[in-house]
């Protein structure tokens, strides 16, 4: 983000907020996400928490980690309220989780999982791929890891004797330096990242190519854990959906690369609750 583009959103952001929080020395809301999502986005994450809190009266706070299984962990340990995971640990963990909120991106509440490569390194198909060094995002990531080890799976091929080695980078951003760089000859990412990379820094992922897209599957969802109030639910719930028709809102939805945020039933992510049961990952 460019400083003047950073300092109009703090200006919508602070015509917003009022003289000071509507509820003195209530308790923060923690908002838990991981740099699978948001990686090095500190000034933004404080600009999104001005702009929740002043809607909900009360603070918010995000805390980040670098794994998901660090927020997750925290998520249903109770010290958390909610938290932006994948699809993949949701329905690991759905009886005790809820749905608060699924982005929209392009129009709808959904994203693929890509398999990328170097741009000029020769392999132009996943099964090229075999016996080369190959970058995961997240063990708990659907598009990072779930997705290309079940499509594997599809293919006959064993994914854990598939490549010569394999490592993580704990975020989405870290996979396509990863390849840019020769760190590694290839690594399964989120295309909601990629493309969203693409717009930032198009020198950076133009040194990649796309050589799997994955069918369609829920967005990684905003969930809560389900010991948090229903009112307090119901009020996060309301102030992420009606995030698009506020000007400050739309500003930080833009920088998310997203329209905003939508109400979805937990049938979204029965694709990666079957890919799950597949590789008997299921719980």
Not at 163 to 176: D, L
Not at 255 to 279: K, S, W
């Given at each position: 983000m460019t400083l003047n583009r950073r300092r109009f959103i703090r200006h919508l952001v602070a015509t917003t907020l009022g003289a000071a929080w509507p509820v003195l020395g209530a308790s923060p809301v923690r908002f838990g996400v991981t740099a699978v999502m948001l990686d090095d986005r500190v000034g933004f994450l404080n600009d999104w928490a001005a702009w929740l809190g002043a809607r909900l009266g009360r603070p918010v706070v995000f805390v980040q980690r670098a794994r998901y299984r660090e927020i997750l962990d925290l998520l249903l340990g109770g010290q958390l309220d909610l938290a932006w995971i994948c699809g993949y640990p949701y329905v690991q963990h759905q009886d005790a989780l809820e749905l608060i909120a699924v982005p929209s991106f392009q129009g709808q509440p959904l994203y693929r999982a890509y398999v990328i490569a170097a741009a000029e390194g020769g392999v132009q198909s996943f099964e090229e791929l075999a016996g080369r060094l190959?970058?995961?995002?997240?063990?708990?990531?659907?598009?990072?890891?779930?997705?290309?080890?079940?499509?594997?799976?599809?293919?006959?091929?064993?994914?854990?004797?598939?490549?010569?080695?394999?490592?993580?980078?704990?975020?989405?951003?870290?996979?396509?330096?990863?390849?840019?760089?020769g760190l590694a000859d290839g690594a399964a990412?989120?295309?909601?990242?990629?493309?969203?990379?693409?717009?930032?820094?198009?020198?950076?992922?133009?040194?990649?190519?796309?050589?799997?897209?994955?069918?369609?599957?829920?967005?990684?969802?905003?969930?809560?854990?389900?010991?948090?109030?229903?009112?307090?639910?119901?009020?996060?719930?309301?102030?992420?959906?009606?995030?698009?028709?506020?000007?400050?809102?739309?500003?930080?939805?833009?920088?998310?690369?997203?329209?905003?945020?939508?109400?979805?039933?937990?049938?979204?992510?029965?694709?990666?609750?079957?890919?799950?049961?597949?590789?008997?990952?299921?719980?």
């Open positions: 190959f970058a995961w995002a997240d063990p708990d990531s659907n598009s990072g890891y779930l997705y290309p080890r079940s499509h594997l799976a599809g293919l006959g091929r064993d994914p854990d004797h598939f490549f010569r080695r394999t490592f993580f980078t704990w975020g989405h951003p870290r996979s396509v330096v990863a390849v840019a760089e990412v989120d295309g909601y990242v990629w493309e969203t990379l693409a717009r930032r820094d198009p020198a950076l992922t133009g040194q990649t190519q796309i050589i799997l897209r994955s069918p369609l599957f829920g967005f990684p969802p905003i969930v809560a854990a389900r010991d948090l109030p229903a009112a307090d639910r119901t009020r996060l719930r309301e102030i992420l959906i009606g995030q698009a028709g506020d000007a400050a809102g739309r500003a930080l939805l833009a920088e998310l690369n997203l329209d905003g945020f939508v109400t979805a039933e937990p049938a979204l992510f029965t694709d990666i609750a079957a890919m799950a049961r597949q590789l008997g990952r299921s719980g």
